[in-house]
């Protein structure tokens, strides 16, 4: 049974450097789109009682609240779900912000990425630090209080000095949870067809994460999943369903879901998808030993790692005796550990997460 939805909300006002989503300023479709996404929704979903529903983009705080009402209503919800919804802090006033509350969303995430007016105009963003600030005194003052921030570390003429400065900032909002990643320039983007100058190498990106890693700790946040954090009972419900490899709904324009062991990602291109909201791009049935590796490295991503006893009954094996050689590697260098029935990986060990995962598929 599927407990989880993703909604994908395409538009932006304009596409920032580093981006590589599929999303534009294409808000002359978004009537069409809708219909299309509503259409998709009736057709797909089974009326189960979710426990999240995401509502991610692009910059699902353009569309208006009683549109972001009408996406909410078309599910059935358990008892005290959490609903989230993107935010770009420049594209709400405390009424807007106000009326998504009263549509049923109780979580929101900012769009940050650093409080450096400079640095936003470099990477092209349309928010200044003014603007976050704002954003969230609207938020707090509608009654939403789980408010998460995404902050980006590497970005071009950023020191250690600069993204500790952005940490302080973030800490002085009194929010609950904070999502931080390393820049990575992937195809599709601005930035990956023109040269970047000025760019923090691995060492200094390095230095940023345990830098991060530790202030957080000290201002009593939980390094739960390598590029999240969370204060008590405010870790992301809805991303900790991927991690423990949950069947998840994904609806829109190239959205991705996994339903009983089929990985499926929607078409790519909004008129493809208005005309055809039914249509997959991608539909792969996994094999017992891709399930397998998925489950590994997804729950490698989390603090709490691997449960091994849960792994070896689900697929009758014995997990310490298969990858020996993997564990006693990495272990030995500091990067993992096996303890309590548990296989995780180290604070050290995040910093080399996809080397150390890849090993462990064939």
């Known amino acids: ?21 599929v999303s534009g300023k294409n808000i002359q479709d978004k009537e069409q789109y809708l219909n299309a996404l509503f259409q998709e929704i009736k057709s797909k979903y089974k009326k189960e009682k979710l426990k999240t529903l995401y509502i991610g983009g692009g910059t699902p705080s353009l569309l208006e609240p009683n549109e972001i009402e009408n996406i909410i209503s078309l599910f059935n919800f358990e008892e005290k779900p959490e609903i989230t919804i993107e935010i770009n802090p420049e594209t709400i006033t405390k009424e807007k912000v106000n009326g998504f509350r009263v549509a049923g969303v109780n979580r929101a995430s900012l769009g940050v990425q650093t409080f450096n007016d400079n640095i936003l105009k470099i990477i092209g963003r349309k928010h200044s630090e003014k603007d976050v600030f704002n954003a969230i005194e609207d938020i707090k003052n509608t009654g939403i209080n789980n408010i998460s921030i995404d902050l980006i ?11 500790n400065q952005d940490i302080e900032k973030a800490l002085s909002l009194d929010i609950q949870h904070i999502s931080s990643y390393g820049l990575k320039i992937e195809e599709g983007s601005f930035f990956y067809n023109n040269q ?7 060492e200094k990106q390095a230095e940023m994460f345990l830098h991060l890693c530790s202030k957080l700790k000290q201002n009593h ?8 954090f969370s204060k008590v009972g405010y870790t992301s419900q809805h991303n900790t369903a991927y991690w423990k490899n949950k069947n998840y709904y994904g609806f829109g324009l190239n959205a991705s879901g996994y339903e009983n ?11 493809d998808y208005i005309n055809n909201p039914l249509k997959k791009e991608e539909e792969n049935k ?9 489950e590994i490295f997804l729950a490698l991503r989390l603090k709490e790692g691997l449960n091994i006893t849960d792994f070896n009954e689900k697929f009758k094996m014995n997990f310490e005796q298969k990858y020996q050689k993997i564990i006693e590697k990495y272990s030995s260098l500091g990067l993992l550990k096996v303890e309590n029935s548990h296989c995780r990986l180290t604070e050290n060990g995040f910093l080399l997460s996809n080397d150390i995962m890849s090993e462990f598929i064939d």
Request: some cysteine.
């Open 1 to 21: 049974m599927t407990k989880h939805a993703y909604i994908h909300i395409p538009f932006c006002l304009r596409k920032c450097n580093y981006c590589s989503f």
């Open 153 to 163: 570390y590497g970005l071009p003429t950023q020191t250690i000095e600069i993204f």
């Open 196 to 202: 970047l100058q000025n760019l923090p190498d691995d």
């Open 221 to 228: 946040f939980e390094h739960y999943e390598i590029s999240n």
């Open 261 to 271: 062991n089929i990985r499926y990602k929607n078409t790519l291109k909004i008129k």
């Open 286 to 294: 996994l094999s017992i030993q891709e399930i397998m590796e998925e």
